[in-house]
């Protein structure tokens, strides 16, 4: 199923989506962690943001703070994976994860159609998700298996 946006979604004035600077490791962890998330030691994280395919992030441009950030893989054939979606909490939070998600499904539908795509993310996330067409697991499953 491709993904076509039914809205245009616009940042607060300063803000911008940005998918050339690599964001530091250490803005993403802190991120992370105010989400609820996982943190990762930031070595591996910086590597880890490299080798994606691609990633977003949301930064002010007057403090260049980052607001917002996700990074996805994929095997360009079948599967996509938005890995550490993440966005400062605060009353702009849900439109920061509905950014991040709208800029990414279009990327992911015009150079990789056909893939799956799959999603970690924290539950301050999940209202975006539904709003964007995800469904989420009633049961909590957190693991896929292909049976051979």
Do not use: H
């Amino acid at each position: 199923m491709q993904y076509f946006s039914k809205k245009k979604l616009i940042l607060p004035e300063g803000y911008f989506v940005n998918s050339s600077q690599i964001p530091a490791s250490k803005e993403v962890n802190k991120l992370l962690a105010n989400c609820g998330c996982e943190t990762f030691p930031n070595k591996p994280l910086s590597e880890a943001i490299q080798q994606s395919n691609f990633f977003f992030s949301i930064l002010d441009q007057r403090k260049n703070k980052l607001y917002g950030f996700v990074r996805v893989t994929s095997d360009r054939g079948l599967n996509a994976n938005l890995w550490n979606l993440s966005a400062a909490p605060g009353n702009n939070q849900q439109l920061y994860y509905s950014i991040l998600l709208q800029v990414t499904l279009e990327k992911i539908n015009r150079e990789m159609p056909g893939c799956s795509i799959s999603v970690q993310a924290p539950a301050s996330s999940f209202r975006s998700l539904e709003e964007i067409g995800f469904i989420l697991d009633p049961n909590g499953i957190r693991v896929m298996g292909y049976k051979l």
